[in-house]
């Protein structure tokens, strides 16, 4: 009789999910992982080699023909806004890094708890801000100090790569180098598919770069200025070049936080959607 109690005694089991991982956890998870991904790792190369070697190659033409330029041509050239045209190739290929990095999570990410896929995919931005923005600061660095040297060496006008100018536009460059492949990872988290994401991430990287000018004065100034890649120039390269659709550094700098945040946003609402 004295076993009848044991017999009677409910054995529960909990049902209580494990506690989610800590936001650094995953972003080291996430770190590691966004670099191992193959075609990340291959679009961020090619696009540091690419933005350098077109920023070289522009760099030694103008050097070479400096005497042919007319007087107006010669007024209006700056040795820092010369070999930024570089970026075309980083900012592809990063922004398609971008979605890559997005791609191989959407079978894991999705077997999370719906709370805990929000803080795998801030985490998955994250890794994909600071691996751009280093990339970046790389980037901007070569191309400015590479142009440089083939400018002073043909006689034509060059700058420190120490100075005020060239290293406002190497760091304030290279640190928002991540704001359009952080657009672009946002919506890969949304179409669930890696060449949709590639298209429309590069239709919202160039389509204001060559809209922009062609588009009346108003709605550049009250739209297309305000656009990622526009505001993200205002910032880093107003004070080297001037175009009536870039904004100031002021109104760069607040629409730019606010495309980061939107970006951020975004993802995490697609991700938890699942």
Known sequence: ???????????????????????????????VTVWGHRGVRWSIGLGVVLSVAIAASVAAIAGATWDDWTPSQQADFHPVALPVIGTVASTT????????????????GNSLPAANRGRWAAAKLAAVALLTALSGLVSMAAMIGFAQLLLGGYGAPSVAVTGGEAMRAIIAGG???????????????AVRHTGMGVMLALFLAWA??????????????????YLPGPARDGVALGHV??????????GGLFATVGWVIAAVAFAVVAARRG
Do not use: C, K
Not at 1 to 30: C, I, K, Q, Y
Not at 98 to 106: K, T
């Open 208 to 225: 204001p770069e060559f809209a922009g000018p062609r588009v009346p004065a108003a709605l550049q100034d009250n739209f297309f200025a």
């Open 175 to 189: 640190l928002l180098t991540p704001v359009l492949p952080l657009l672009a990872a946002a919506l890969a988290f």
């Open 241 to 250: 070049f001037e175009t009536t659709w870039v904004p100031g550094v002021a």
């Open 1 to 31: 009789m004295s076993g009848g109690g044991r017999d009677n005694d409910v054995v529960t089991t909990s049902t209580a999910e494990p506690p989610a991982p800590g936001l650094l956890l995953l972003f080291r998870h996430e770190l």
């Open 93 to 108: 290929a990063f922004v398609i890094a971008g979605v890559l990095a997005v791609a191989p999570g959407y079978e894991g």
